[in-house]
């Protein structure tokens, strides 16, 4: 059974920082992209970064620079280390994973980040 279970959600002031992690199943981390979307109210679900089996990342122009993503293939976990953070990164952020081999798109529950004084 695929699981994707998220943490490290929270409050926390503007320019301030929050690292959120995402546990994946063994079997599907090992095969697919992984990656961090965010959902704010009112608006589409956009994707904030990704990376491959290989480590390449990519990341939407509103974050560049500030946001991180990372993975411990030890511990099947992706990680989004967000700094700077201002009103507008204020979302509800699911980790996905993409298998390569198939048309399969995992999900996991969403964490709430909200960035506020």
């Known amino acids: 059974q695929v699981q994707l279970v998220e943490s490290g959600g929270g409050l926390v002031q503007p320019g301030g920082s929050l690292r959120l992690s995402c546990a994946a199943s063994?079997?599907?981390?090992?095969?697919?992209?992984m990656g961090w979307y965010r959902q704010a109210p009112g608006k589409q679900r956009e994707a904030v970064a990704i990376?491959?089996?290989?480590?390449?990342?990519n990341y939407a122009d509103s974050v560049k620079g500030r946001f991180t993503i990372s993975k411990d293939n030890a511990k099947n976990t992706v990680y989004l280390q967000m700094n700077s953070l201002n009103s507008e990164d204020t979302a509800l952020y699911y980790c996905?994973?993409?298998?390569?081999?198939?048309?399969?798109?995992?999900w996991g529950q969403g964490t709430q980040v909200t960035v506020s004084s």
């Open positions: 996905n994973a993409r298998p390569v081999l198939s048309a399969d798109i995992y």
């Open positions: 063994k079997s599907i981390f090992s095969n697919s992209i």
């Open positions: 990376i491959t089996g290989a480590g390449r990342t």
